[in-house]
Each structure stands twice: as structure tokens, then as C-alpha cells.
């Protein structure tokens, strides 16, 4: 009985001599995880601050300044703007136009009048343009265009007059051919121009004009006009107009 009992005691004991290691492994933490081994760069020397090589968020782009454009940007092309043509305007030579046709850009282009006073429109080929009005040219334009679009929306806006010159010669300041940007009389003409010389002959101005095909002259006396007097040969000029100060 005694040697039944010592075998037993034996046997337990060996039994949990090996449930118990096996207990301790099971109830180590999941989490525990050896550490990271650290990384040596044989670069570096010994001693030196190691540089991380982790990923860095990636820095915010500067902002610009209102108005200020984007370093390689190309800037946009200066816009030239419409003027307003005096009320008795003709389109000239060399005057600046824009012809635009509403959502169809292929047919709109900016033109300029050429010397026999057409001007070239894609489709259209040429169009006169030289001694209509910007609304006959647009009437003009829009009827020949009805040949490629149904109900073409059409207008023309005048970008610049380079037409409408008128020329002063002889003793004054400075003589030379200038444009008419406004209704303008002979004396403000002369004042522009820097006034007479002091020994022009100021009672013997003439404004060389052609009408109706023939060259029509115009007396004008400084010395009568600038005392308030005879003011009807203070006339308007008209695009064309010499002024003479002998």
C-alpha cells in the first residue's frame, strides 16, 4: 500500500513539474514583442547624431499675393480696350475693330483697316469697311454671314482710331499730322500744336478741306477769334483737314 502511494506522488509531481512552465508561457502578454533592433549606419561615424530617415509630411505650397502670378507662369496678354468714337465717326484706314459673332469665337477676329479700306474676316474673305459707320459695317457683316450662320449675333467694337488725322503746317510750335479724338475746333487745334510763332501771320491762317471731291479753303484770323470776335470761322475739323499758318 505504501509503495502504491510513493508511486503516485511521484507521478504527480512530475506532471506539474511540466504544466507549470508551459502555464507561465501562456499567460505572457500578446503585446510584448522584443524590441527593435536599432540600425547602424556605417557612414556615420561613431559619436554622431544619427539622422532619421523617416518620411517627413510634405510642406504646404506659399501662397502668393492677390494680383501676384505663380513663379513660371506666363502672364496673360494685355487686353486692349474699346473707346468711344465721336458721334459723326467713320471707320478709316488703319483704324483697330473687333469683329465678334455671339458663341461662335472661330468667326470673330481683330482687324485693322487696310489701305484700299477692306478688311479680311475668316469665311467672309473681304468686307468694306472704310466710310461706314461701326452699326453699317456690323449690318454688313452680319448679312454676309448669314451664308455660313443661321441668325449670326454680330458686333463691332472699335478698339482704336487711327484714321481720323488732321494736319497743321507752318509757323507753329509744333507742326505735324494729329488725330482727332474728339470734336475739335481750328483754334484748339492751334493750341495743341503749341500756338502760333511770333511772326506767323496770324490774320492769314487758311483750313485746306476737301468736299465733294474739290479742295474748299477756309479763312480763319487768329487775332479776330482769340478776341471773341468773327467766332464762325472758328469751324469744327474734320478728319482730312489742313490747317496753314503762314
Excluded at 501562456?26 to 503585446?31: E, F, G, I, R, V
Excluded at 465717326?89 to 475693330?97: Q, R
Excluded at 492751334?190 to 491762317?205: F, L, M, S, T
Aim: charged letters at 15%; glycine letters at 6%; one cysteine or more.
Amino acid at each position: 500500500m505504501s509503495r502504491i502511494c510513493f508511486s503516485t506522488a511521484i507521478a504527480m509531481a512530475t506532471a506539474l513539474a511540466v504544466a507549470i512552465p508551459a502555464a507561465a508561457q501562456t499567460a505572457a502578454p500578446a503585446s510584448a514583442q522584443p524590441a527593435p533592433s536599432t540600425m547602424v549606419n556605417p557612414a556615420v561615424p561613431a559619436g554622431s547624431t544619427p539622422v532619421s530617415t523617416a518620411a517627413q509630411p510634405a510642406s504646404a505650397p506659399t501662397a502668393q499675393p492677390p494680383g501676384t502670378a505663380a513663379p513660371g507662369a506666363v502672364p496673360a496678354a494685355p487686353v486692349t480696350p474699346a473707346i468711344k468714337p465721336p458721334a459723326d465717326y467713320v471707320i478709316g484706314v488703319d483704324d483697330a475693330l473687333e469683329i465678334g459673332y455671339w458663341q461662335d469665337k472661330e468667326m470673330s477676329a481683330a482687324v485693322t483697316v487696310r489701305p484700299d479700306g477692306y478688311i479680311s474676316l475668316p469665311l467672309l474673305n473681304d468686307v468694306k469697311a472704310a466710310g461706314l459707320t461701326p452699326e453699317e459695317l456690323r449690318a454688313a457683316v452680319a448679312k454676309a454671314a448669314t451664308n455660313f450662320v443661321e441668325d449670326p449675333t454680330v458686333s463691332v467694337v472699335v478698339k482704336a482710331i487711327n484714321s481720323r488725322k488732321v494736319y497743321i503746317t507752318g509757323q507753329v510750335a509744333k507742326p505735324g499730322p494729329y488725330l482727332l479724338t474728339d470734336t475739335t475746333s481750328v483754334l484748339q487745334m492751334i493750341a495743341i500744336a503749341g500756338g502760333v510763332a511770333e511772326y506767323a501771320k496770324k490774320d492769314k491762317i487758311t483750313i485746306v478741306r476737301r468736299e465733294d471731291g474739290k479742295e474748299v479753303v477756309h479763312t480763319f484770323n487768329y487775332k479776330d477769334v482769340s478776341k471773341g470776335k468773327a467766332m464762325a470761322q472758328n469751324i469744327t475739323l474734320k478728319p482730312g483737314d489742313t490747317i496753314v499758318v503762314p
